[in-house]
């Protein structure tokens, strides 16, 4: 490797492939591969080979901004910061502290999470924090916590995919959300095991299947509880494992049996022998996976959905035990350590819940503060955003871009809109920041040192590789001087190492323990598997940290060269038990529900949305970078060929997708390998085309998550649609309309 080199991780998605950063003469920065990153062994996606792209000034910003009569005007930082300041605490004053609401994402590293959730809680006093991650993988969070006792994405490492017997694959397209990933399931069928991938479309990764399921969005809770109830009609359960390690069968049994094969071939579209063909490759392997990403997460009945998954795998005895086991694909970079240390609404550091008496009195002794003096839980991502402008007024945004990426956008944007103040940190002028009052310019992966948790629950470290531009500050030094000005000088360190000592003791003793990780150990070791406690005696000897019940310990032992009393960190949880008080999984017992909004005759077609290979998101960055844009220029409206006959639309030809909340247009793109009674977009985009303008905020009553996988829709060829289009429930619609004052920017400001 080259010296000038520095080894660290994508900026993207979860799968934090390792990549190497070198600055070149022209000011560029070359990535390189790190073959000795065992995830990704040095492959890339084209997003992470053209991520140094959003460094380049050209495309960010390096100044911050304030509003001036309507238009963002580049200002010092000490004015920035000083309007930032000023507002919350009159805001504060005249309203109280849960008028000011604080927003992060699962793309910020630990030490930023950790640090957003502490400034909310201690500086602002405020309940009102939320985070992205809300409409990401907190359904499958919740059923994890609620089956398992302990929720981390996947279990095991990736490594055990390619070993295992039969993996199924719920509502993931991995060969496009984490291409270098599809190689663990290539490797599973080189080896002999079976692949069966559910999801309503032929994506590219059913490709790779030897079995594709294609149900209708929004049923695959009958279609687990259907594989269930043949599991048991077939003399397929696994007693013993039933009896000994887990509770609530008999329940979850007799649920799972009102699901017939016919009912649920009618309720799903999927026909009862590929129900009986998909039982028998679980079934016949000694090991099998169930591994789900946002197809069957992103719904009203989201978190019931994977546990009826869960429910599968415990039936025929597979979890806890080696090469088996339920995982969900987490998506952000550090969508998994972004749910552990505290910017949810109702988390405190190291997974602890904000209502446990306990874990407030061990988090408040870290920070110095009185336990009482922490406010309780607040709102879910969603409902934080509705409630701007009402009794929130002020709103400081980190790390996410909710114009294009929160359910009923058009809704969210009038809310963000309605604000007193909201002060966005970014790094690019994203939809949301160009309707912020002030935008500060943050540095960014490469420019900064950060952990982040891979969906292994892996914590890896990122190296700062290169010299940040002038004008802009990190995210850290931004809370800093808002405490700073808010009256608390200390307890915000800026140094990231720093924040992650502090990160460490109050993790420490919580489930997601990190107290006996260090950068020193991170620079060394390929990353850390938590929960990794301090201050072991014996490290063979299985671990459990205090409060974290039934945490296994790695099963390869201690670290060679190791030195005695430090954990080698957890690569396989569950093995010996669960981590519920008593030590069992927990079965649920979930029966079919309709969607939110099931299709009628004013809205025949069902709409599903997600992801482009060269996009990432809400297109922040990735649509700053020419040769995504090139491979991914716009939105379309995926369908098949005998809807595009119905409607007269012909391939690129724009058509209309019309919810009860509004109106988008795009490109059709027919395909056969989508149902005929769905539509799919993605949902990168901002403007006429931007899908979220479409979807449906119904919440999942546990999980808080919004259902951006099932609405019902019409679609109408535009030529035809002029006379016939309009919102019945009367909203505003505001997609692609250029929001005249707000969106403007003075020129130079993002030069
Ligand atoms: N290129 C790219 N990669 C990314 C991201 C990105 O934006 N772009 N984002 C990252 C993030 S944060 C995340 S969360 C992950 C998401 O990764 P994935 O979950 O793989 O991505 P999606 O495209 O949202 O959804 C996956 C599949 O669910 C299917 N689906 C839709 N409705 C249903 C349903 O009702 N049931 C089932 N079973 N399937 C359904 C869709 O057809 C789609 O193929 O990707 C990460 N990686
Ligand atoms: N219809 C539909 N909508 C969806 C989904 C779907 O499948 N369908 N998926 C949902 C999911 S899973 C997710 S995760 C969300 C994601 O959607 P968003 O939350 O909008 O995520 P990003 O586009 O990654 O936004 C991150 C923002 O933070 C900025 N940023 C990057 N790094 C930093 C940093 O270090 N500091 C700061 N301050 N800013 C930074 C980026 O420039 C960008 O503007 O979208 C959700 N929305
Ligand atoms: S798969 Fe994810 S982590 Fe890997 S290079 Fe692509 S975006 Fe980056
Ligand atoms: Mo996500």
Redesign the pocket.
């Known amino acids: 490797m080259d010296p000038s080199a520095t080894p660290t991780h994508c ?1 993207y998605c979860a799968l934090q492939c390792g990549m190497t950063l070198t600055p070149a003469p022209d000011g560029t920065v070359e990535v390189g591969e790190r073959p000795d990153f065992p995830v990704n062994r040095g492959a890339l996606c084209g997003k992470g080979r053209t991520a140094p792209a959003v460094l380049s000034s050209r495309v960010r910003l390096t100044s911050p901004l304030v509003r001036e009569n309507g238009v963002l005007t580049p200002a010092t930082w000490d004015e920035a910061l000083g309007r930032i300041a000023e507002g919350l605490s009159s805001i504060r004053s005249a309203h109280g502290p849960d008028a000011l609401g604080v927003f992060g ?4 590293t630990n030490e ?1 999470a950790y640090s957003l959730g502490k400034f909310a809680r201690l500086v602002l006093g405020t309940s009102q924090i939320d985070y ?2 809300r ?2 993988m907190s359904s499958a969070a919740a059923a994890g916590t609620r089956a398992f006792g302990l929720d981390r994405g996947l279990p095991f490492p990736l490594e055990d995919i390619p070993r295992t017997g039969c993996v199924i694959l719920v509502g993931s397209n991995l060969a496009e959300t984490m291409p270098p990933a599809l190689r663990y399931l290539t490797e599973l069928r080189d080896n002999g095991g079976t692949l069966i991938v559910v999801d309503p479309r032929r994506t590219r990764s059913a490709e790779q299947a030897d079995l594709h399921l294609a149900p209708r969005p929004g049923t695959d809770l009958a279609l687990a509880a259907g594989l269930l109830h043949l599991v048991v009609a077939e003399g397929r359960t696994d007693e013993e494992f039933i009896r000994e390690r887990t509770s609530g069968w008999e329940d979850a049994r007799a649920a799972a049996m009102a699901h017939w094969p016919e009912y649920v071939e009618r309720m799903t579209g999927v026909p009862v022998p590929q129900l009986r063909e998909a039982v028998r490759l679980f079934c016949e392997p000694e090991a099998a996976m169930v591994l789900t990403a ?1 197809g069957p997460e ?1 719904q009203s009945k989201g978190t019931d959905t994977v546990g009826a998954w869960i429910n599968l795998c415990l039936a025929t005895g597979r979890a806890g035990r080696p090469l088996s086991g339920y995982g969900c694909l987490t ?2 970079g550090n ?1 998994q350590g972004g749910r552990e240390h505290g910017q949810k609404a109702d988390q405190l550091p190291g997974y602890r819940k904000l209502t446990d008496p306990a874990a407030r009195r061990h988090v408040a002794g870290v920070w110095g503060v009185d336990p009482d003096s922490l406010p309780g839980p607040g709102r879910s991502a969603y409902e934080l955003l509705d409630a701007l402008g009402g009794d929130v007024r002020a709103l400081l945004l ?5 114009v ?4 009923r956008a058009a809704h969210v944007e009038e809310r963000l809109r309605s604000l007193d103040l909201l002060a966005v ?4 002028l ?1 939809e949301t920041a160009a309707l912020a009052d002030v935008v500060l310019p ?1 540095t ?2 490469a420019e900064e040192s950060g952990t982040t948790t891979s969906l292994e629950g892996r914590v890896l470290l990122r190296r700062r590789a290169i010299t940040p531009p002038e004008g802009v500050r990190s ?1 850290l030094e931004v809370l800093h001087e808002l405490a700073a000005r808010l009256g608390v000088e200390k307890g915000f360190p800026t140094d990231p190492e720093e924040v992650f000592e502090e990160l460490r003791r109050a993790s420490a003793g919580g489930p997601a323990d990190y107290s006996g990780i260090t950068y020193r150990r991170l620079a060394e070791e390929n990353g850390v598997f938590w929960p990794c406690p301090a201050n072991v005696e014996d490290p063979a000897a299985p671990v459990r940290a205090p409060g974290a019940a039934g945490v296994a310990p790695a099963s390869g032992g201690r670290r060679p060269g190791a030195p005695v009393g430090v954990h080698p960190g957890t690569p396989r949880l569950f093995l010996d038990r669960f981590a519920t008080e008593d030590g069992l999984a927990r079965f649920v017992s979930v029966a079919h529900r309709a969607a939110a909004e099931e299709p009628d005759d004013a809205y025949p077609v069902v709409l599903t ?3 482009v290979v060269a996009q ?6 990735t649509r700053r970078v020419d040769e995504l844009n090139a491979a991914a220029p716009g939105p379309f409206v995926e369908l098949h060929p005998h809807l595009a006959r119905r409607l007269g639309a012909a391939e690129g030809d724009p058509v209309a997708v019309v919810s009860r909340r509004g109106r988008a247009v795009a490109p059709a793109r027919i395909t056969p390998s989508i149902r005929p009674d769905t539509v799919f977009m993605p ?1 990168h985009w901002p403007g006429e085309g931007r ?2 303008t479409l ?1 449906n905020p119904a919440l999942d009553p546990v999980s808080r998550m919004p259902e ?1 996988k099932v609405c019902a829709v019409r679609v109408e060829a535009v030529a035809t649609v002029k006379a016939a289009v309009g919102p019945e429930s009367g909203e505003a619609l505001e997609a692609g309309s250029e929001p005249a004052a707000a969106t403007q920017v003075s020129e130079a400001a993002t030069a």
């Open positions: 900026p994402g699962g793309g910020l930023k992205n991650g409409f990401c946002r992103q998506g952000q969508g980190m790390g996410s871009n909710p294009v990426s929160a359910p940190c970014d790094v690019v994203s943050v960014q992966w995210d949305t997600g992801r990432y998101q809400s297109g922040a960055q949902f899908a979220n979807t951006f």
